[in-house]
Nanobody, 120 residues
């Protein structure tokens, strides 16, 4: 069984910063890609950023230059540093990963999400 757990959300004023973390655990053989998505109230979920096992990083245009995705210090973790936050960044941020389990099955897994609210 695989689990993804996010942490680090909260309330911040416009222009502020937050750092999100995601940790994958369980019967993991390998992770080919990990990333972040977000969903604002009343809107569809949208891609934010991802990093592949080879280190290729992709960002949504809306966060380029403000957000930075990186591998965490611990195995199977990633971080998302969010700077210059705007009210339109308010959303539930969810971690996602494509994981090969020790049983050699491949699937996409999702965390439950963490709320980020940008408001004065």
């Amino acid at each position: 069984q695989v689990q993804l757990v996010e942490s680090g959300g909260g309330l911040v004023t416009p222009g502020g910063s937050l750092r999100l973390s995601c940790a994958a655990s369980g019967s993991i053989a390998s992770i080919s890609v990990m990333g972040w998505y977000r969903q604002a109230t009343g809107k569809q979920r949208e891609f934010v950023a991802r990093i592949t096992v080879g280190g290729t990083i992709t960002y949504a245009d809306s966060v380029k230059g403000r957000f930075t995705i990186s591998r965490g210090n611990a195995r199977n973790t990633i971080d998302l540093q969010m700077n210059s936050l705007k009210p339109e960044d308010t959303a539930v941020y969810s971690c996602a990963a494509t994981i090969t389990t020790t049983a050699r099955s491949v699937a996409n897994y999702w965390g439950r999400g963490t709320q980020v609210t940008v408001s004065s």
